[in-house]
């Protein structure tokens, strides 16, 4: 069921999804978050969350994201929450190479990252508030991981899932992805037939009128 779900999701966009979200009444998308290469296709997947946090001792420790990535599966998408600080990076070239070697699906940062031109070549799409020079080495740590975290204001579990694109990033919580896809793939297909009336020399006031293609809702 997993594969289908990251199927159907791959196969859609973050607007449709977002408008099932709202359509049910459920939070997900974020807008604080953008692309920072144009991967020019969707990414869908399972989260894995890292948190991240100052360093606070002298000393050795555990890079941000390395555990996570050492054991994280296909289709999978990391996602670091810290806490939307972009004075410093918690991703970046090597964590890049690593990522594409277990099949990663993509990287979501509550923060900044660096290192885009690597993950632009290796073809592993990035998202975060911005990219920056600076290191995290001697900066911040990981704090924990599969751990419920905040990404810009919306909860997020590892194994729920995510969709992200040029609109942005919108999250759906595990248990209710069946009816969120259902819904959106429901919304999408509307979307289709407006664009075709159009191209087929409809007015668009009256192919957007909900007279001519009703809103998709919840409990058809």
């Not at 632009?120 to 001697?138: M, N, T």
């Not at 194994?159 to 999408?188: C, P, T």
Request: net charge negative.
């Amino acid at each position: 069921m997993t594969d289908a779900i990251v199927a159907a999701l791959r196969a859609l966009d973050s607007c449709a999804v977002s408008d099932a979200l709202d359509t049910l009444g459920l939070p997900g998308a974020v807008t604080a978050l953008t692309p920072m290469w144009p991967a020019g296709r969707t990414v869908a997947g399972r989260v894995r969350t890292v948190t991240a946090a100052p360093k606070a001792s002298a000393g050795p420790a555990t890079h941000i994201a390395t555990p996570l990535v050492a054991v994280a599966d296909p289709d999978d998408v990391v996602v670091i929450d810290n806490h939307g600080r972009t004075d410093v990076s918690c991703w970046g070239g090597l964590l890049a190479e690593a990522a594409v070697q277990r099949g990663i699906a993509g990287i979501i940062v509550d923060g900044a990252c660096r290192d885009v031109q690597e993950s632009e070549a290796l073809g592993l799409p990035v998202f975060a508030r911005q990219a920056v020079p600076v290191s995290a080495r001697g900066r911040i740590v990981q704090q924990a991981m599969d751990e419920r975290i905040q990404v810009a204001g919306v909860s997020v579990a590892s194994h729920d899932y995510v969709i992200a694109d040029v609109n942005g990033v919108v999250f759906v919580a595990a248990a209710e992805v069946e009816r969120v896809v259902e819904l959106a793939g429901r919304i999408a297909d509307r979307e289709s037939r407006m664009a075709e009336a159009v191209r087929s020399g409809r007015d668009v006031s009256e192919v957007m009128h909900d007279s001519q293609f009703p809103t998709v809702t919840a409990s058809e």
